[in-house]
């Protein structure tokens, strides 16, 4: 198949940044606190593009119940939450409250933290508290790896027609057409698992390391 796409260089990915929507002043500080205070953990948030993408998204599709698995210090949340409709709600499920304190700061800063209820355990266990009907517009998972199959199972059927998942790092650093270690098998599972599953249509969109959107059919 004849591929159209292109490798995005240093500076074409530094031009693609300064034509978007610059973050504002309350994502740009926890950007900069995230790399100040976890050096070694900062790689984990996600890329200033996708915030963008993630606030556009929700207001596009006019998000009113959405979940998150995968919250880190917030900066995926506070997108999602900017995003949603008036009285929208954000659920995020994560199992660290030393990185999630920073995240809670954050959300009050933004004036959204009402937005947001935050659920701290295991989001396998924790995700199976949620009503089991088709309620969600919007879910991201962005948590451990080889959970991603435990998510998708527990989070498809509680999405409503029309809705959509979004699933990151599904390209794992290119890695994943030949995978070298445990993240990268488990990610390549689950990208058949999703691409089989007749309840979604979905396109992966190489946007930093890789996002699968789907939409529940
Ligand atoms: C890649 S980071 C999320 C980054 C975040 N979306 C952001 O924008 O900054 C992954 C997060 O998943 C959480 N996590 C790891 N295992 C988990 C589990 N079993 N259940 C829930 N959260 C988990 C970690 O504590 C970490 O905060």
Known sequence: MTYKGLSLTADLHQYLLSHSTPPDEITADLIAETRAVLPGDAVMQVAPE????????????????????????????????????????LTCFDISEEFTGIARRYWKRAGVDDRIELRIGPAAERLRELPAEPHLDLVFVDADKGGYPAYWNELVPRVRP????????????????????????????????????????????????????????
């Open 50 to 89: 996708q915030a963008a993408f993630l606030r556009l998204l929700t207001g596009l599709i006019g998000v009113r119940n959405a979940v998150e698995v995968g919250t880190f210090t917030g900066l995926s949340s506070l997108s999602i939450a900017r995003g949603l409709a008036d009285g929208g709600r």
């Open 162 to 217: 029309g809705g959509v998942l979004l699933i990151d790092n599904v390209l794992w650093s290119g890695e994943v057409v030949d995978p070298r270690d445990e993240n990268g098998r488990a990610i390549a599972a689950f990208n058949d698992l999703a691409r089989d599953d007749d309840r979604v249509e979905l396109v992966i969109l190489p946007i930093a390391d890789g996002l699968t959107m789907a939409r529940r059919r």
